[in-house]
């Protein structure tokens, strides 16, 4: 008889001591659960995840793509499942995961996400299926490290898709997702920039009224009622703000 293969759940943490205890119990089912945590923590995040039995491995953040890589070295499994902090597995995701990677031959698969954003389920306005490329096989992937942010996974073999879902729970407060778009906004606006793209004036009426139509009408943003008209004009307001960052870089 072959042995089951082996899987580690590998948690990137930096101050998540309000998160890190209920996605460690959502992934006990793992060989292993390993947090990864950026040196800079200065909450109780380690000592609430030793509590629950996970190791933990303190590493200097240089960037998000560095720190999955290295997580990757320090992982001896054939499997690793990333998840975040603010994720949880099911018992549901468990069961498809051990069955599917002991009788399939794929390098990596793709994990939707249900996403929770101000408390509600979004079933639309592009937050689903949201898949993500999380459970791989160790040693035919990595991250590369010309994308340090929105990381780009490079699978050496074929990919598939799970069925069921991370519980995502996004953003939990209006202030936290103002924050982590204006980094964003920065980010693409870099991008942008190395690119050799300019601001032209009309860009900045044109592009926030596409990306409003594209999550509303097009990602279904209306089935979302309210809470998917008020997505759709957030994310286009930052889009304009993308291009006025764009104009002062």
């Known amino acids: 008889m072959t042995s089951s293969p082996t899987l580690t759940a590998v948690i990137l943490a930096r101050d998540e ?24 923590t200065r909450d109780h995040t380690a000592q ?12 200097p953040f240089q960037n998000y793509a560095q720190q999955r890589n290295d997580a990757l ?15 949880r597995s099911t018992p549901a995701q468990a069961a498809e995961i051990h069955t599917r990677i002991a009788s399939e031959h794929y390098d990596g698969y793709w994990i939707p996400r249900h996403n929770y954003i101000f408390g509600k389920l979004t ?21 590369d490290p010309q994308r340090p942010v929105h990381e780009l996974v490079v699978l ?21 997702f103002v924050e ?3 980094r964003y906004v920065q ?14 004036p009309h860009k900045f009426i044109t592009q926030p009224l596409r990306h409003f139509y594209w999550r509303f009408v ?7 009622g309210w809470h998917g008209l008020r997505l759709s004009a957030l994310m286009a307001w930052y889009e304009l703000q993308k291009y006025v960052h764009l104009r002062r870089l």
């Open 17 to 40: 001591e309000h998160h890190i205890g209920e996605c460690i119990a959502s992934v006990q089912w793992a060989d292993r659960v390993l947090v990864f945590l950026d040196a800079q």
């Open 73 to 87: 070295a320090a992982v001896q499994s054939e499997w690793v499942l990333f998840i975040d902090a603010d994720e």
């Open 48 to 59: 609430i995840a030793r509590k629950m039995g996970a190791d933990v491995t303190e590493n």
């Open 123 to 143: 079933r639309h306005t592009g937050w689903y299926p949201d898949y993500q490329l999380r459970l791989l096989r160790r040693a035919h992937a990595h991250y």
């Open 180 to 182: 982590k778009q204006r």
């Open 156 to 176: 050496e073999g074929e990919a598939g898709y799970l069925q069921e879902p991370f519980i995502h729970y996004n953003y939990t407060s209006f202030a936290q």
């Open 218 to 224: 097009t990602l279904e943003g209306y089935k979302d």
């Open 187 to 200: 980010y693409d606006a870099r991008i942008l920039k190395e690119q050799g793209i300019r601001p032209r």
